[in-house]
């Protein structure tokens, strides 16, 4: 596996593995297939898994997995909540809550969850950076950090107001200008720290099925890829970059991310190849509606609405240019008609604004399940729910 070196000289793998998105069954983490993922990443040369706090069980699950040598293979990485620390003592809570959950007496990369400017304001008012120093020199803590979903002055500001070891960036071809972005980037390296970067797939938008242009200019390259290598490739192409975190829910995902990561040095792609990205880029920019990575931070909606679904039907209908079979999806799948369960379409939406302020993408969420509402409900939709609600048992029953 490519290793690239850290502020401290720790030596990373070019590819990570991203505990957010593990492989599930029946609603909870599919340990048995999670646990054979990550030990095949690591024997073939990943050494660095990222968790947080908020990412359900993975902690626990990373805990129980991480034992019988596995722990002293890897660098660990998981993130103090935030928003959920209202005072001094929070801090060493949740330190300790973490450090139990994971079964281990240190925590190699530990993060700031989410961090922004008025988040870190409050941080410092309170101690918690003398605090994790603390918890530093105390070798509970190896290196400290932060998240970030910003924009890229809160970012700079954030940098230069503390003496950081590390910190996490989203960062694909997509989001070149959004949030800390490649200037945020160079930044970060040009301050000595080493800089992590999840979301190199937009939360799965850039691979799997994606729109039948990208294919076409794709496939203008003498190298044949696939979208997630193309789109992989184009992060570690970056020198600032350490190491990229993947969340790889299929094997084959493992397989082929730990194939790019090997072979992607940076500053390796050529111009040509470069230019496809840019082709690539207007193509989404125009079919997109919805700049969603399906991160799940807006969730759960006191409403019940189901947001990132509502968001992925809604751009499927115009990158794929599927409108009827993606209102169709919609119907019966968030009307809870399929499930038998709750209904989760945008038309539940009450505007509370809890989401809005948890987005991180910035997306005036409400404002955009109204749109949703309207072009993939329609006029009638509570109706079309309850006639289609009476008429698939009947449907069952005969076929």
Not at 82 to 90: G, Q, R
């Amino acid at each position: 596996m490519q290793m690239r070196k850290t502020k401290n000289g720790d030596e990373i793998s070019a590819l990570g593995f991203g505990a957010m998105r593990l492989p599930t069954k029946t609603g909870r983490i599919d340990k048995e297939r999670a646990r054979e993922q990550i030990y095949y990443a690591i024997d073939n040369g990943v050494n660095f898994i990222d968790t947080a706090y908020i990412y359900g069980s993975s902690e626990s699950f990373l805990g129980e997995i991480l034992q019988g040598g596995y722990r002293e293979k890897v660098k660990l990485s998981t993130k103090l909540p935030a928003l959920f620390v209202k005072k001094y003592e929070d801090v060493e809570k949740y330190l300790e809550i973490q450090l139990k959950k994971l079964q281990t007496d240190y925590i190699d990369y530990y993060l700031i969850h989410g961090i922004s400017k008025s988040t870190f304001e409050n941080l410092k008012e309170m101690g918690a950076l003398e605090f994790l120093e603390d918890a530093k020199a105390k070798g509970k803590i190896r290196n400290i950090g932060f998240s970030f979903h910003d924009n890229v002055n809160s970012f700079k500001e954030i940098i230069d107001t503390y003496d950081w070891d590390a910190c996490l960036i989203q960062y694909n071809y997509l989001d070149e200008y959004n949030q800390a972005g490649t200037e945020g980037l160079k930044y970060a390296h040009s301050k000595g720290l080493s800089v992590f970067v999840m979301e190199p797939l937009k939360g799965g938008l850039l691979a799997g099925k994606v729109p039948e242009e990208t294919l076409q200019i794709w496939d203008k390259s003498e190298v044949k890829r696939s979208p997630a290598d193309w789109a992989l490739r184009w992060v570690l192409n970056h020198p600032e970059v350490v190491c990229v975190l993947s969340g790889m829910g299929e094997e084959e995902h493992i397989k082929e991310n730990i194939k790019v990561a090997n072979e992607t040095l940076p500053n390796t792609l050529t111009e040509d190849e470069l230019k496809l990205y840019e082709e690539v880029k207007e193509v989404y920019e125009d079919l997109m509606k919805v700049d969603c990575t399906g991160c799940g931070y807006c969730l759960p909606c006191p409403s019940g609405v189901d947001i990132p679904r509502c968001f992925e039907f809604y751009n499927h209908k115009y990158m794929f240019k599927e409108g009827f079979q993606s209102s169709m999806l919609y119907l019966f799948q968030l009307g809870g008609i399929m499930s038998g369960g709750d209904e989760t379409h945008a038309g539940l939406c009450t505007d509370c604004g809890k989401c809005r302020e948890a987005c991180t993408q910035k997306l005036n969420i409400p404002v955009l399940l109204d749109n949703v509402s309207k072009e993939m409900g329609g006029r009638g939709f509570k109706y079309k729910v309850k006639i289609a609600k009476a008429i698939v048992p009947v449907a069952r029953r005969i076929l």
